[in-house]
């Protein structure tokens, strides 16, 4: 299924029809999704061949972001892996010690970083800001470690400063064993955790700058070998609002998004953490959580 299908009134009708037996909306809403075309309670999990449930997500959470109310939720605090979307935390530590035309090279260490990366070369130098452009965008690991060094001067150094970050947030369901979001016993957090985060990120210029962009190059300042860089976000450009803000992947994690919406005056944070259909489902629950808000203002119950 295309995205376009996929965000298009029938693409949501059949996520809606396929999935079933949701978790209802949250309580004190006072608002009565039929009367806008929703069904009474928003579906989280689809049959299997046998007959069984599978959940759309480990953990969602929906926020208004205007008012802080929880428009939906499934398990928020469930301790999970948060992939990628560790790069948010990194990345506000980045900004608080880094500045951002920083020139930072390249270590052997970085430049053969795991799982996703840039084939950076080590040696090459890039100003911070590039890096962190890399790694919001794409989920860059070479990028990532490579800021995360210069800034910390080593990555034991900077996680020590992203898990004291996050207890002065009070983000007590959250630990970090590593800076780009690599699975580990003890590296999780929750859906509630990563909401709270992500609207003290959003609140930093640059850091709000960084996560909507769709398409940028970085080029070497010792070379002239231009990256192009593609968000992974696919709401971006695609969904009517989508502002960032990061995509996530491990095994261990699943597929996970934290999408921030804006439309019509209106304002959403969605958290999901392994949901097996990223995009339908974000889109199913954006498309909730702005009918919630108009019914809302409109006085429709």
């Not at 020139?103 to 070369?121: D, E, G, N, Y």
């Not at 860059?140 to 034991?156: F, K, M, R, T, Y």
Request: net charge neutral; aromatic share 6%.
């Amino acid at each position: 299924m295309t995205l376009g299908s996929l965000i298009s009134v029938s693409g949501l009708v059949v996520a809606l029809l396929v999935l079933a037996q949701a978790p209802q909306a949250a309580a004190g809403s006072g608002f009565d999704p039929p009367a806008v075309g929703f069904p009474a309670s928003l579906p989280h999990g689809a049959s299997d061949a046998g007959g069984g449930r599978r959940p759309a997500a480990e953990s969602i959470l929906l926020k208004d972001l205007s008012t802080g109310r929880t428009l939906y939720e499934f398990e928020p605090e469930r301790q999970l892996s948060p992939a990628s979307l560790t790069k948010i935390m990194t990345a506000l530590v980045i900004l608080e010690l880094g500045e951002l035309q920083d020139p930072v090279t390249v270590s052997r260490q970085a430049a053969i970083a795991r799982k996703i990366h840039l084939r950076l070369r080590a040696g090459q130098v890039f100003t911070l800001e590039d890096l962190l452009k890399a790694m919001l965008m794409t989920s860059a690991n070479d990028a990532c470690l490579a800021a995360v060094e210069h800034v910390a001067g080593s990555e034991e150094s900077f996680v020590l400063r992203m898990n004291a970050k996050a207890r002065a947030f009070g983000l007590w369901n959250t630990h970090f064993s590593n800076a780009c979001g690599f699975d580990a016993p003890d590296h999780y957090t929750t859906a509630a955790d990563l909401a709270a985060l992500s609207e003290l990120a959003l609140q930093h210029p640059v850091f709000r700058s960084l996560v909507r962009l769709e398409v940028e190059a970085i080029t070497p300042l010792n070379g002239d070998r231009s990256y192009v860089l593609r968000n992974t976000n696919r709401l971006l450009g695609r969904l009517p609002g989508v502002e960032g803000i990061k995509t996530g992947f491990t095994s261990r994690a699943g597929r996970c998004l934290i999408a921030k919406v804006s439309q019509d005056g209106k304002e959403l944070l969605l958290v999901l953490l392994n949901s097996r259909r990223r995009w339908n489902t974000a889109a199913t629950l954006i498309q909730y959580g702005l009918g919630n808000l108009e019914a809302t203002a409109t006085g429709v119950r």
